[in-house]
């Protein structure tokens, strides 16, 4: 079993740019595939980015395609996002999946983190 912890979420203009990280306990990364979602209240978990397991393969939602960069390596996972919208305001979360099921589907993944909070002002 893996533990998720986020950080790195907060308050930033429209252009601006924040890196998230995911933070791994428990078990190594390695062994899991990994995503990037977001919510708002009332909303279904949106899917945002994934990584294989090895970083190799990556897939990133349209809406997200050309701004935000997903990596990772054994302990941690990256989101880098930049040319941050207003629309780009959420809850992310990370998540781990240890089996080959879509990638975009939330209810693919295993483990989830608390959720880091983006705010992004016009």
């Known amino acids: 079993q893996v533990q998720l912890v986020e950080s790195g979420g907060g308050l930033v203009q429209a252009g601006g740019s924040l890196r998230l990280s995911c933070a791994a306990s428990?078990?190594?990364?390695?062994?899991?595939?990994m995503g990037w979602f977001r919510q708002l209240p009332g909303k279904e978990r949106e899917f945002v980015a994934t990584t294989s397991r090895s970083g190799g393969s990556t897939y990133y939602a349209d809406s997200v395609k050309g701004r935000f960069t997903i990596s990772r390596d054994k302990n941690t996972m990256y989101l880098q996002m930049n040319s941050l919208k207003p629309e780009d305001t959420a809850i992310y979360y990370c998540?781990?999946?240890?089996?080959?099921?879509?990638?975009?589907?939330?209810?693919?993944?295993?483990?989830w983190g608390q959720g880091t909070q983006v705010t992004v002002s016009s």
């Open positions: 428990g078990r190594t990364l390695s062994s899991y595939a």
């Open positions: 998540a781990a999946r240890s089996l080959p099921m879509s990638y975009s589907d939330y209810k693919s993944y295993n483990y």
